[in-house]
């Protein structure tokens, strides 16, 4: 489930033993002012207190970093990295939630063992968490955005070579580099769909170029910090409409480009909506964090 300012978005996948998982709810619903009743009447509408519920936190509220990991057990992990992030937060430290994911040991060629840390005001998770328990909804977890993303590249792999992935929504560009359902590499592209949507045919060339030097610049980072893990292809999420993005970048990059269809890995039959790119692309963290509620951790 996600909340924005004016609109709360809900998802639900269940896997049945069909060849793909089943979207049986992804819905959008008005969110007023007190986020709390619209999580409640959701609640009573949808049941919600039945099943393991996901929140999105926005990109604005947390900092995801890729850090050298402290020589440290890993129970102390958590710990041993909150003094590095001094020098990324506007905040105090001590006033930080934090979060440590690893990258998979062995897999790094060039650098020793990293984690990704992702970090949030305590202020900003605990209104989440208390909104939800207010609403006597089961919360089981915050998500972001970069973790959704890779639960859905996850559902394109093969073998065990590497995916790029970018999709573009209000909050800009995001771009993940996922092999073997783990997270690798992210990196944010500040154009917003807004901007690729909205401009000129010759503004849009502008910011297709700077679009394209960013993506060349992190494919050769990630082949020179990960040359284990060859590249297979760019995928391109869902856009609401063709704006010649794909082709663009499929003539001007190193590595094969492919648009997305999540039908052609997830089964629509229950949200016949979703077979359109505009849904997809309004949908996708959503269906994104479904994803990690219904395989776990």
């Given at each position: 489930?996600?909340?924005?300012?004016?609109?709360?978005?809900?998802?639900?996948?269940?896997?049945d033993?069909?060849?793909?998982?089943?979207?049986?709810?992804?819905?959008?619903?008005a969110?007023?002012?007190?986020?709390?009743?619209?999580?409640?009447?959701?609640?009573?509408?949808?049941?919600?207190?039945r099943?393991?519920?996901?929140?999105?936190?926005?990109?604005?509220?947390?900092?995801?970093?890729?850090?050298?990991?402290?020589?440290?057990?890993?129970?102390?992990?958590?710990?041993?990295?909150?003094?590095?992030?001094?020098?990324?937060?506007?905040?105090?430290?001590?006033?930080?939630?934090?979060?440590?994911?690893?990258?998979?040991?062995?897999?790094?060629?060039?650098?020793?063992?990293?984690?990704?840390?992702?970090?949030?005001?305590?202020?900003?998770?605990?209104?989440?968490?208390?909104?939800?328990?207010?609403?006597k909804?089961?919360?089981?977890?915050?998500?972001?955005?970069?973790?959704?993303?890779?639960?859905?590249?996850?559902l394109?792999?093969?073998?065990?070579?590497?995916?790029?992935?970018?999709?573009?929504?209000?909050?800009?560009?995001?771009?993940?580099?996922?092999?073997?359902?783990?997270?690798?590499?992210?990196?944010?592209?500040?154009?917003?769909?807004?901007?690729?949507?909205?401009?000129?045919?010759?503004?849009?060339?502008?910011?297709?170029?700077?679009?394209?030097?960013?993506?060349?610049?992190?494919?050769?980072?990630?082949?020179?910090?990960?040359s284990?893990?060859?590249?297979?292809?760019?995928l391109?999420?869902?856009?609401?409409?063709?704006?010649?993005?794909?082709?663009?970048?499929?003539?001007?990059?190193?590595?094969?480009?492919?648009?997305?269809?999540?039908?052609?890995?997830?089964?629509?039959?229950?949200?016949?909506?979703?077979?359109?790119?505009?849904?997809?692309?309004?949908?996708w963290?959503?269906?994104?964090?479904?994803?990690?509620?219904e395989?776990?951790?």
């Amino acid at each position: 489930m996600n909340l924005y300012g004016d609109r709360a978005e809900v998802g639900r996948i269940r896997r049945d033993g069909s060849e793909r998982p089943v979207v049986d709810t992804c819905a959008q619903f008005a969110n007023g002012a007190d986020g709390v009743q619209t999580l409640q009447k959701l609640r009573r509408e949808l049941h919600l207190d039945r099943f393991r519920c996901a929140t999105l936190l926005p990109a604005r509220q947390y900092q995801l970093q890729l850090v050298e990991a402290p020589n440290v057990p890993e129970a102390e992990m958590k710990a041993a990295v909150r003094w590095r992030l001094k020098d990324y937060l506007e905040y105090p430290v001590e006033s930080a939630t934090v979060d440590v994911m690893a990258v998979p040991a062995g897999e790094i060629a060039n650098r020793g063992r990293s984690v990704h840390v992702v970090s949030a005001r305590n202020e900003d998770i605990n209104t989440r968490m208390q909104m939800f328990a207010q609403a006597k909804v089961p919360l089981q977890v915050i998500e972001i955005g970069e973790m959704a993303q890779r639960n859905l590249a996850a559902l394109f792999e093969t073998d065990r070579r590497a995916l790029a992935t970018l999709s573009f929504s209000e909050e800009g560009g995001m771009l993940t580099f996922t092999a073997s359902g783990e997270l690798y590499l992210s990196r944010r592209i500040e154009i917003s769909l807004e901007q690729l949507l909205g401009v000129q045919p010759e503004a849009r060339d502008q910011l297709f170029e700077r679009i394209t030097l960013e993506l060349q610049r992190s494919l050769d980072h990630f082949d020179r910090q990960f040359s284990n893990i060859p590249i297979a292809r760019l995928l391109l999420a869902p856009l609401p409409q063709d704006i010649g993005l794909a082709a663009y970048l499929a003539g001007n990059l190193s590595a094969p480009v492919e648009s997305v269809n999540l039908g052609d890995v997830l089964d629509f039959h229950q949200v016949p909506e979703l077979r359109e790119a505009a849904e997809q692309n309004l949908r996708w963290r959503t269906l994104g964090a479904a994803l990690r509620v219904e395989s776990g951790p």
